[in-house]
């Protein structure tokens, strides 16, 4: 029994059993999973009038769209969900760019100032810290 949960089952039912204390086990499994997802699922990151939709893929400033690339829209995910956090170009490279083709580190820079310009005032808040990396600061 202990080998099954320090395998990853979160419940388990000895022999014999009846088929109404599987279908309550079952039904108490799905309810604590449906939960999980119902915390896990934000659609939006948001920023004051900065809103990041990541189910449609989409961002708006002031209610009025802007138009990201791929790869500037991941960036800004990143950041916005990571407020505070530094993140050298190679931490960006390794998560956003993953095994793509072959990228040079310059790349990050040409992303980051596009999507500071795509974003307007809030580009302010995309912090460059010389010889770290970037972050998001409110």
């Keep these: ?14 022999k014999p059993f009846s088929i109404r204390q599987v279908t309550a ?3 108490a499994v799905l309810r604590r999973t449906s939960e ?12 004051e009038t900065l809103l990041l939709d990541t189910k449609r893929i989409k961002a708006s400033v ?21 407020k505070g956090n530094v993140f050298s170009r190679e931490e960006i490279l390794s998560r956003i760019w993953k095994d793509e083709v072959y990228v040079l580190d310059r790349t990050i ?10 974003i307007g005032p809030y580009g302010k808040n995309i912090v460059t810290r010389l010889g770290f990396g970037y972050c998001f600061e409110n």
């Design 109 to 118: 820079d040409v992303n980051i100032t596009r999507l500071k310009k795509k």
């Design 25 to 27: 086990r079952v039904k």
């Design 62 to 82: 002031d209610g009025k769209e802007v138009p990201l690339t791929k790869k500037e829209f991941e960036i800004l995910k990143l950041l916005l969900e990571n």
């Design 1 to 14: 029994m202990l080998t099954g949960f320090n395998l990853g089952a979160d419940d388990y039912i000895s």
């Design 36 to 47: 999980k997802e119902k915390e896990v699922v934000n659609e939006t990151l948001e920023y």
